[in-house]
């Protein structure tokens, strides 16, 4: 399943509500644009047992990229590539490539802040890497993300400081998920439907989803009573722009025939 995605977000700062997961949201929507589908969304604390165990959990699913967020940095809570050396049952070492990009970072530092940064243990920390595994430059921060594989899924750990991890996205996980995966094109439209509320509209939508395969319609209550106002979104996954459109429209066709039939009305949303 070359499509198949799973988002595992690690901090205990997400479990205690301290900080926002803005990079799933990010990283699911994303994803969705270059036709992948993201099938389970888990976050976990800082713990190198409970992040192997659900990294485990994932490999047992055989998504064919797993994608984590944090826990890459110096600091004692950024257990990440512990928990993936250990799930992959791979022994961490000292990774010569991921070495020279730390050095690398280091010394940019150094000539801005004309001081001397020694490597320490913590710093070169951000060098040890599961065996095999293969680091990705990070044009922002300091710590590599990193690219481990078992036999069926393909395992991308980046930053979890936002910044860090879309950069490293956008310019390396990309074209890895273009070249790895199935080409597929995500195509929907959006209504907007008034004078019909949303139990009316269940039946009509499951019927159109019965009758055209592969179309996902989403329906969102916007105001209620006295004059109810929903706004739809129909979705589809395709191997062209051409199947795609084709089948949108439709569903859509069907969609405002049946609405039009019970009373309602609809009109085209724009992005």
């Given at each position: 399943?070359?499509?198949?995605?799973?988002?595992?977000?690690?901090?205990?700062?997400?479990?205690?509500?301290?900080?926002?997961?803005?990079?799933?949201?990010?990283?699911?929507?994303?994803?969705?644009?270059?036709?992948?589908?993201?099938?389970?969304?888990?976050?976990?604390?800082?713990?190198?047992?409970?992040?192997?165990?659900?990294?485990?959990?994932?490999?047992?699913?055989?998504?064919?990229?797993?994608?984590?967020?944090?826990?890459?940095?110096?600091?004692?809570?950024?257990?990440?590539?512990?928990?993936?050396?250990?799930?992959?049952?791979?022994?961490?070492?000292?990774?010569d490539d991921a070495l020279l990009m730390v050095k690398n970072k280091y010394q940019q530092y150094e000539k801005v802040t004309k001081k001397k940064?020694?490597?320490?243990?913590?710093?070169?920390?951000?060098?040890?890497?599961?065996?095999?595994?293969?680091?990705?430059?990070?044009?922002?921060?300091?710590?590599?993300?990193?690219?481990?594989?078992?036999?069926?899924?393909?395992?991308?750990?980046?930053?979890?400081?936002?910044?860090?991890?879309?950069?490293?996205?956008?310019?390396?996980?990309?074209?890895?998920?273009?070249?790895?995966?199935?080409?597929?094109?995500?195509?929907?439209?959006?209504?907007?439907?008034?004078?019909?509320?949303?139990?009316?509209l269940a039946p009509l939508l499951d019927q159109v989803m019965r009758e055209i395969p592969d179309v996902y319609v989403k329906s969102h209550p916007r105001a209620a009573e006295?004059?109810?106002?929903?706004?739809?979104?129909?979705?589809?996954?395709?191997?062209?722009?051409?199947?795609?459109?084709?089948?949108?429209?439709?569903?859509?066709?069907?969609?405002?025939?049946?609405?039009?039939?019970?009373?309602?009305?609809?009109?085209?949303?724009?992005?």
């Amino acid at each position: 399943m070359s499509d198949t995605f799973e988002i595992l977000c690690l901090g205990n700062e997400l479990l205690i509500g301290k900080i926002v997961n803005s990079n799933a949201q990010w990283l699911a929507n994303y994803i969705t644009k270059l036709g992948g589908k993201v099938r389970r969304i888990t976050v976990v604390g800082d713990d190198i047992s409970d992040i192997a165990a659900a990294l485990r959990e994932s490999l047992s699913r055989k998504s064919a990229f797993i994608l984590t967020t944090g826990g890459l940095g110096p600091t004692f809570d950024d257990k990440t590539m512990d928990a993936v050396a250990t799930a992959l049952e791979k022994p961490l070492e000292l990774n010569d490539d991921a070495l020279l990009m730390v050095k690398n970072k280091y010394q940019q530092y150094e000539k801005v802040t004309k001081k001397k940064i020694e490597l320490t243990p913590a710093r070169l920390k951000m060098a040890q890497l599961p065996k095999d595994s293969v680091p990705i430059p990070n044009p922002v921060g300091t710590a590599p993300a990193v690219l481990s594989t078992d036999a069926a899924s393909t395992i991308l750990s980046l930053p979890g400081v936002p910044s860090e991890m879309k950069a490293i996205f956008e310019a390396s996980v990309v074209p890895l998920i273009r070249r790895l995966s199935r080409t597929h094109v995500v195509y929907e439209i959006s209504l907007r439907v008034t004078g019909i509320i949303e139990s009316e509209l269940a039946p009509l939508l499951d019927q159109v989803m019965r009758e055209i395969p592969d179309v996902y319609v989403k329906s969102h209550p916007r105001a209620a009573e006295p004059i109810p106002l929903l706004e739809l979104h129909v979705t589809t996954r395709a191997t062209s722009e051409k199947d795609g459109k084709d089948r949108v429209e439709a569903a859509e066709k069907m969609i405002c025939q049946l609405i039009a039939e019970h009373g309602g009305k609809t009109s085209p949303l724009k992005p």
